[in-house]
């Protein structure tokens, strides 16, 4: 039983550590393209 319930508090602990990797890549990602959208937006004022 103790094995049971520390393989499930190491599951959680795995799935919560991942998701908010999951949600900090997303972040990354969206600044990203939000400075590639800027730079578009200032070249083509430029031409």
Do not use: P, W
């Not at 499930?8 to 908010?20: E, K, P, R, W």
Request: with cysteine; aromatic share 4%; glycine share 10%.
């Amino acid at each position: 039983m103790k094995h049971s319930i520390a393989f499930l508090m190491l599951l959680s602990m795995v799935y919560l550590v991942g998701c908010n990797t999951i949600h900090g890549a997303g972040q990354d990602i969206e600044r990203g393209g939000e400075a590639v959208s800027d730079t578009a937006k200032e070249v083509q004022k430029s031409m």
